[in-house]
């Protein structure tokens, strides 16, 4: 019945949102996002109701199957705009995409639905912590765009991308694994060249113009009607 499966979609959102807050208590890395519960759309309650099927947990029972397959992982991806037409334009890649906002994965979940697209997994936590549980040498890019810049000096040390960071991912990127990263923020981009010259022995740094996928993000076309300078850079595994 109607009213039962409301239900079951009420539940399985206050499953999540306890979920994340027993997480938040036993967190590993210190969080490189601000921790909000957002209002929900009614689409988005009805289809994060479906996470089970795209979760991470199930590209772990099917790691083996999937170790040859193309891993591709897609940090922060918003509403999931970039993450579909990635996935759409690259259909041998498996797909992580990793989002800590119950609000974005629902919107992700519609829109994998609505393609019947069968090579996104989605992780609803730190993706930090993804690369615990990833073989080694088994991811071949990263895409990391617009990150949250925490403009603060106070709070630049909860940036995602640091030295650390790189040192977490290190071994389990492939030989000339690829990072791609990109933010509008001028002192944002300085850490990111900061942290690969730190990395330089690991990582071949270059900044380039274009991601080997475009496509242009709510956060992007902002950036561009504010006339805010784009910086694009490229990290390659040695």
Known sequence: PFWRAGC?????????LHKKVWLNKIKKFLPSYVNRHGRLTESQKSHIAFLKDFDFAKFKSLEVSLSK?????????????????????????????????????????????????QNIFIF??????????????????????????????????????????????????KKSGKIFVRTDWEDYAETIIESARARSKKYKFQKINELNFEF????????????RKIFTFMLTKK
Do not use: C
Request: glycine fraction near 4%; charged fraction near 30%.
């Open 8 to 16: 079951l979609r009420k539940v399985m959102v206050q499953h999540l």
């Open 69 to 117: 397959s193309n891993l591709a992982l897609d940090i922060g991806f918003g509403n999931g705009d970039y993450t579909i037409n990635y996935a759409l334009n690259y259909p041998e890649k498996t797909i992580i995409a990793s989002e800590v906002y119950l609000s974005g994965i629902g919107s992700l979940i519609r829109k994998i639905k609505k393609e019947s697209l």
């Open 124 to 173: 609803n936590g730190d993706a930090r912590e993804i690369f615990e549980n990833l073989s080694d040498s088994s991811v071949d890019e990263i895409n990391i765009l617009f990150p949250d810049p925490w403009q603060k000096a106070r709070h630049n040390k909860r940036r995602l991308f640091s030295e650390d960071f790189l040192d977490l991912i290190y071994k389990k990127l």
């Open 216 to 227: 242009k993000t709510k956060f992007h076309l902002k950036a561009i009607n504010e006339k």
